[in-house]
C-alpha cells in the first residue's frame, strides 16, 4: 500500500501499533480502516458480521489459508483493544475459534519455558506456555508493557481470569506459573517491582473442596451385569477400569503382557506411568484376570498395547493401517479416549444415575467400595497412585456419611423395636435371679481379667450370690402371698 492511499489512523490505532511493533498488526490494522472509509463506516457501528465481510472480501482472498488464520488473530487483538478503550460495542474475544488462540510464545516467555523443560515433566510445561500465552495476549490488549508491571494491572488480571469463568483451581495455577515467571525476571533484571507484591498470598482464590461422586449401589451392580454380558471390547475396558480403579488415561496405555503374579499365586496388573508420572500394580480377582485374557484375545498377539484398535466400519474408505504396536500418544491417542467414553455414554443408557457419568466416576464407585469394606487409607493411597493421603482422606469422607446412614438407621430401627415391646400388654414381667446372673457374667467378662480390678470383681460377685440368695428365700413367699 503506497502513501498515498494509506487511511487516516485514528489516535487508538497509532498507539496500538507503537505498542505492538509488528508489520503484520500495521498491515491488518491499515487495511481494516482503508475498508472502513470505503463502506463509510466508523469505530461504534462495527458489528461481528463486519469483520467476516472485511476478512471475505479482496484482503482474504489474497491470502493462505494459515495466513489468513494468523491475521484474523491480529485483527481481534486490535479490536479487543478498542473494546477495552470503549471505541467498539461488541466483545472480540467472543470471536475467536477457542478459549485461547494458540500462538508462538514470546522470546523471553520461550526462554523461561526452556529452563523448566530440565526438570519439569512435558504436561507441566504445556501448562506454563498456556498460562504465560494468556497473559501476553492480556497485556498486548491492554498495552502495557512486561517490565512496567504494577500491582493494579495484575489486579485487573485477576478480574479478567475471574470474568472468563475460569475453574478456581485453573485460576490458581495460572497464578502460580505466572509469578514463577515475575520471579524469573526480576532475577534477571527484567522487571521493576518485587513479584511476591505482585501476586500475594491472598491472591489465590479458593478452591472447593468436591467429595467423589460414587455410583450408587443399585446403578454400580447394574452397569457391571452389563458390561459383563457384552463382548464389546471397550465395554470390557470399561470393566476393567472399574474392576481395579485406573484412570482413563492410563486404561489406554497397559502392556499387553501386564498380568503379574507373586509366590502366593495371587494376580496384579501392572498399570503403567499415569497422571503422577510413577507406576503400580493393582491387585485383581479371577473374574479381573479372566477379562484381560479375553483382551489379549482380541486382535493381533505380537501388539504391544493390551487395548486393541477395532477395525473401521465397512462404510468408510480404506485408511492405511494402523500400527498397534506404536505407542499410543500418536494419533489414535485421542480417538481411543473418544471411543471410550462414547462407550462408557451407550452403556449407561436407561440406568438411574444421579448427575452426569464420567469415566472418573468408575475410580470413585471402586475407591468407596473398598473403603467401605475395610481396606485402610494407606492401602487405598497404594492402589490409587496417589502421592497424598490428603487426596485419599475424600473417599474416607463419603464413607463415613454412608457408615453414619447406617448408623441413624439402626438407632432408629431399635427405637422402634423397644416401644413395641413397651406397648405390649402381655409383655413378661423381667426375672431378677436372670437379671443378678447376667450382671455377674459380665463381671467375670469385663473386669476379672483386669490385672487392676481383680478384688472389686471378686468383692461384686460375693455380694451378687448374696443378693441372689436372699432373693430366692424370698420369691417363694411372694409366691404364696
Known amino acids: ?30 487495511q481494516l480502516h482503508s475498508w472502513m472509509q470505503r463502506n463509510n463506516l466508523e469505530l461504534g457501528q462495527l458489528v461481528p458480521s463486519h469483520v467476516d465481510e472485511f476478512l471475505d472480501g479482496p484482503f482474504g482472498e489474497a491470502l493462505a489459508k494459515r495466513t489468513l488464520y494468523d491475521y484474523r488473530g491480529e485483527l481481534l487483538t486490535y479490536l479487543e483493544r478498542l473494546y477495552v478503550a470503549g471505541h467498539v460495542t461488541f466483545d472480540p474475544s467472543r470471536l475467536r475459534c477457542g478459549r485461547l488462540q494458540k500462538r508462538p510464545l514470546s522470546p ?99 478452591i ?46 497397559p502392556e499387553y503382557s501386564c498380568l503379574r503374579s507373586d509366590p502366593q ?13 510413577n507406576d ?55 480417538s481411543l479416549y473418544e471411543r471410550l467414553r462414547r462407550a462408557l455414554r451407550h452403556a449407561c443408557e436407561g440406568i438411574d444415575i444421579d448427575g452426569r457419568m464420567t469415566s472418573h466416576r468408575l475410580r470413585h464407585t471402586y475407591a468407596t467400595t473398598l473403603l467401605s469394606g475395610g481396606m485402610s487409607l494407606v492401602g487405598l493411597m497404594k492402589l490409587l497412585g496417589h502421592r497424598s493421603y490428603t487426596t485419599t482422606l475424600r473417599y474416607a469422607a463419603v464413607t463415613q456419611e454412608t457408615i453414619g ?9 431399635l427405637e422402634e423395636r423397644y416401644q413395641l415391646q413397651l406397648h405390649r400388654s402381655d409383655a413378661a414381667e423381667p426375672d431378677p435371679l436372670q437379671m443378678l446372673s447376667d450382671v455377674a457374667r459380665w463381671i467375670d467378662k469385663h473386669v476379672a481379667h483386669d490385672q487392676d480390678q481383680p478384688r472389686t470383681a471378686r468383692r461384686l ?17 411372694a409366691d404364696d402371698s
Open 1 to 30: 500500500m503506497s502513501n498515498a492511499t494509506k487511511p487516516t489512523l485514528p489516535a487508538i490505532a497509532r498507539s496500538y501499533l507503537r505498542t505492538r511493533q509488528d508489520p503484520k498488526a500495521q498491515r491488518i490494522v491499515e
Open 108 to 206: 523471553l516467555a520461550k526462554q523461561f519455558v526452556d529452563t523448566l523443560e530440565v526438570t519439569l515433566r512435558p504436561r507441566t510445561c504445556d501448562c506454563y506456555r498456556t498460562s504465560l500465552r494468556r497473559i501476553h495476549h492480556w497485556l498486548n490488549v491492554n498495552g502495557i508493557a512486561l517490565q512496567e508491571l504494577e500491582r493494579q494491572h495484575t489486579v485487573r488480571w485477576f478480574r479478567h481470569l475471574h470474568d472468563c469463568g475460569l475453574h478456581p483451581s485453573t485460576r490458581s495455577h495460572a497464578l502460580q506459573h505466572i509469578r514463577a515467571y515475575l520471579r524469573w525476571l526480576h532475577e534477571h533484571g527484567l522487571l521493576q517491582n518485587e513479584p511476591d507484591l505482585l501476586i500475594r498470598p491472598t491472591d489465590f482464590p479458593k
Open 208 to 253: 472447593p473442596d468436591l467429595l467423589p461422586r460414587p455410583l450408587s449401589p443399585e446403578a454400580d451392580r447394574a452397569l457391571q451385569a452389563r458390561l459383563r454380558a457384552s463382548t464389546c471390547p471397550d465395554w470390557q475396558a470399561l470393566l476393567l477400569m472399574r474392576n481395579t480403579g485406573v484412570r482413563i488415561g492410563e486404561l489406554i496405555r
Open 265 to 277: 499365586g495371587n494376580a496384579f496388573v501392572k498399570v503403567p506411568l499415569g497422571k503422577l508420572n
Open 280 to 334: 503400580r500394580l493393582v491387585p485383581v480377582d479371577t473374574e479381573t484376570v479372566g477379562l484381560v485374557e479375553k483382551l489379549q484375545g482380541i486382535g493381533r498377539s505380537e501388539r504391544l498395547w493390551l487395548l486393541p484398535m477395532p477395525p473401521p466400519p465397512s462404510n468408510m474408505p480404506k485408511t492405511p493401517r494402523i500400527d498397534t504396536r506404536n505407542s499410543p500418544k500418536d494419533t489414535t491417542h485421542n
Open 405 to 413: 446412614n447406617q448408623y441413624f438407621g439402626a438407632l432408629h430401627a
Open 461 to 477: 460377685n460375693k455380694r451378687i450370690e448374696r443378693v441372689s440368695y436372699e432373693l430366692r428365700q424370698l420369691l417363694p413367699q
